[in-house]
Nanobody, 124 residues
Framework: QVTLVESGGDSVQAGGSLKLSCSASGAILNRMWWGWFRQAPGKEREAVACMNLWTGDPTYIDSMKGRFTISLDNAENTLFLQMNSLQPEDTAKYYC?????????????????WGQGTQVTVSS
């Protein structure tokens, strides 16, 4: 049984930074595909960043490039998302997700395991 628990969400001013964490149990990070997604009220869940299991390369959605960084700490079995230069439009609930199957698209339907999410609110 894979369990994911996100933390690190908070309320910040525009231009601020946050680092989200996703603690994983029942899974070995370097044998899974991982991703961060977010969902704002009234909107569909969208991808933020994903880690390619085969290459170790990250994939970022265009609006996050240069601002967000996804990383893995295998020793702590934790996935991270460093978010800089936050803007009000980044306000959403952020989820980490994983799967043992190929997930090269960085698309939510490809992921099986999900955390409960952590809220990020950015005020102007």
């Amino acid at each position: 049984q894979v369990t994911l628990v996100e933390s690190g969400g908070d309320s910040v001013q525009a231009g601020g930074s946050l680092k989200l964490s996703c603690s994983a149990s029942g899974a070995i990070l370097n044998r899974m595909w991982w991703g961060w997604f977010r969902q704002a009220p009234g909107k569909e869940r969208e991808a933020v960043a994903c880690m390619n299991l085969w290459t170790g390369d990250p994939t970022y959605i265009d609006s996050m490039k240069g601002r967000f960084t996804i990383s893995l700490d295998n020793a702590e079995n934790t996935l991270f998302l460093q978010m800089n230069s936050l803007q009000p439009e980044d306000t959403a609930k952020y989820y980490c997700a994983s799967t043992r199957f190929k997930a090269t698209r960085c698309a939510a339907p490809d992921y099986i395991y999900w955390g409960q999410g952590t809220q990020v609110t950015v005020s102007s």
